[in-house]
């Protein structure tokens, strides 16, 4: 049996390492609460909103710095103008490849960096995906592909065995349960 000290120590310890939350905890407490207000939020961004390019949840009205990464927040019209023009330049580069097709795939469960390299590496398995370009901030992919060589079903389904749910095709729900947390 546990003396009355030993007893007060152990819950002592309990209490204060229990109440006590590290920044990592913190932080993924922040982004389950932005997650579940995650389409009320995206419909506030306006023109002055300013995000990061590596964690879109960290928005702010006005400039600033990410409080996770510390990079450079960018208005989001900076941001889109960014991605349009990158989007452009990958169209111009594979609009006189014979064949190429270009898709766009809705990914709304992708949040953050740790998302967009898990969605990089499964595309970079399918060969017959030419070029692609990942948009964390507005959930969307821009690829192109040559049909001979795979085909949309191919591509969605590399994105829901890495977790994610596509328009056409739910995620598997074991690898959907081993996503970081923003991306749940």
Known sequence: MMSK???FIVLAFSFIYGCTKSDKEVRQEKVKQENQNSDTASSRLTDETYVCRF???ERQNGPGNCPICGAELVSLDTYNKEM???NEEMKKKWKTYAGA???VIDLPSIKCSDCESIVVN???KDRGI???????VNKDVFLFFDPFKTKKE????LLADAGF?????KATPGAARNLPDCCK
């Not at 030419?130 to 964390?136: A, E, Y």
């Not at 749910?165 to 095709?169: L, S």
């Open 5 to 7: 000290s030993t007893l």
């Open 154 to 157: 191919n591509i969605e389904s």
């Open 55 to 57: 964690h879109p949840l």
């Open 130 to 136: 030419l070029d692609f370009q990942v948009d964390i």
């Open 101 to 103: 097709a270009y898709l």
């Open 84 to 86: 349009a023009r990158k």
């Open 122 to 124: 499964s595309l970079m």
């Open 165 to 169: 749910d596509t328009k056409d095709k």
